[in-house]
């Protein structure tokens, strides 16, 4: 900026930074995203594999529950007046999307199917049940997960002849039929469950929807069915058209959660491009937002066992071979390893020979040192990127659960507002919305 010059935009309103969080869980070093979830939603840390409580509620314990129950910034927001959403590529009722709506002791009870018989008895509910219960006005929910709103053994609208597919509540609910009795007549409310249907809407006219795409988890990028799934880009720009027509603002929780799953599955292909595909809808809803109101936050709940490395020439494939051999066994290795996973395989008693495989595969598995069925979290610090009102508070290092409680500050929601009036007269950020956005990256992609 030129010596002397001073912008009309106030500081507050120009600002983007990057910061890190401490990601571990209360009992854990290395994070589960339960508990993660729990601590940048809801704002305390919490145990691992639990959602929506604090750290007094042990793991698959329903009676731990009642008592230690935490609220959301999705819950602060509505409660504000804001529309609030989800969007998620995992199933609706996975880790970090329950713990904006949802208190269980144990993130699997996706519904009742799942829950031991002494859960039950003792009054816990399943996730996919608090879904729909315990905040039900959210206007946008979209992922998958469309098995667990249906009674046990219902068919399902896609996968007829699948038995994985059908449905699984014990209880014979339909919670779609729930969702749309709750909503009031005179609103527009629509279930959709395939991306025609959803791309059909008009969402300027949408009050409340409700898109399940998949039985389960969405499909991965690479594999997506552009006629029955939607991309997570074309989902964020629905859901923001519909968010944003309320005047006071809104929350919405973008995850990318299917990159997770790529890296557990030792699938480096099919991680990178769900990271390629958030980052597209990290640009679109970057262009249907203002910098001056809308506080945007990019982060991860934790990291993978994940690495880009062998002094790679710049124009080599990110999954192709390192440009020399090992110098202890004398064989070619990727430029992407991991720590532990699926990856490791040793033919003949030695390591097996990459280039005698596909490693450009959509499913290759990465080699990896140490042999797990499924490869592991990362338990260091990861990146949080922000900008818009306040993004000056996330610098430096952070515990994670302190991200929501600048987001709440930033939008005058939430307990702590006493700071809101003397701002607004100075002309400071007034409530505007707030987007965040969670990529599931290993620490080394986030660069």
């Not at 995203?33 to 042990?58: F, H, I, P, R, W």
């Not at 795409?213 to 989902?235: C, I």
């Not at 990290?282 to 002094?311: C, N, P, R």
């Not at 140490?370 to 592991?376: A, F, K, M």
Request: hydrophobic share 35%.
């Amino acid at each position: 900026m030129p010596s002397g010059f001073r912008s009309s935009t106030p500081m507050w309103l120009r600002t983007s930074s990057c910061s890190w969080e401490m990601t571990y869980n209360t009992n854990a070093q290395v994070p589960d995203s339960a508990g993660t979830a729990t601590a940048y939603l809801c704002g305390v840390k919490a145990n691992e594999g639990t959602v929506g409580v604090s750290a007094a509620t042990q793991r698959a314990q329903c009676n731990t529950t009642q008592g230690n129950e935490v609220t959301s910034i999705l819950r602060w927001a509505k409660d504000a007046g804001k529309s609030v959403g989800i969007v998620t590529t995992t199933r609706v009722n996975h880790a970090t999307p329950s713990a904006a709506y949802a208190h269980s002791a144990d993130r699997d009870w996706y519904s009742d199917n799942e829950m031991p018989p002494e859960a039950l008895s003792q009054g816990c509910k399943d996730i996919a049940y608090q879904l729909m219960y315990n905040v039900r006005d959210i206007e946008v929910i979209m992922g998958g997960g469309r098995k667990y709103m249906f009674p046990k053994n219902s068919t399902d609208v896609e996968y007829e002849m699948d038995e994985k597919s059908r449905g699984t509540r014990l209880d014979g609910l339909n919670l779609i039929d729930i969702w749309k009795n709750f909503k009031p007549r005179h609103k527009h409310s629509h279930y959709v469950w395939n991306r025609t249907e959803l791309l059909t809407l008009d969402p300027y006219t949408v009050d409340y929807l409700l898109g399940l795409f998949e039985p389960g988890d969405m499909q991965y990028e690479l594999n997506r069915n552009n006629v029955t799934d939607p991309s997570l880009s074309e989902m964020v720009e629905v859901a923001i058209k519909i968010l944003s027509k309320n005047p006071k603002g809104f929350f919405l929780l973008v995850e990318g959660g299917r990159i997770d799953h790529g890296h557990h599955e030792g699938k480096a292909k099919q991680a990178l491009h769900e990271a390629v595909e958030m980052d597209r809808a990290i640009g679109k809803a970057g262009t249907m937002t203002s910098l001056e109101d809308t506080l945007t936050v990019v982060t991860a709940d934790h990291s993978h066992v994940f690495t880009f490395g062998g002094y790679t020439p710049r124009g080599n494939s990110i999954f192709g071979l390192a440009p020399m051999v090992s110098d202890t066994d004398k064989k070619p290795f990727t430029a992407i390893l991991y720590g532990n996973g699926p990856g490791y395989k040793v033919v003949g008693g030695e390591r097996e020979n990459v280039s005698m495989v596909d490693y450009a595969h959509n499913n290759y598995q990465a080699q990896s040192a140490v042999p797990l069925r499924h490869e592991t979290h990362g338990g260091e610090d990861v990146a949080v990127f922000a900008k818009g009102p306040m993004a000056h508070l996330l610098h430096g290092v952070h515990e994670q659960n302190y991200i929501p409680h600048v987001m709440a500050y930033a939008a005058c929601i939430g307990a702590n507002q006493d700071h809101c009036a003397s701002a607004s007269s100075a002309g400071g950020p007034s409530p505007g919305p707030l987007l965040l956005l969670l990529a599931l990256l290993p620490l080394s992609i986030l660069f």
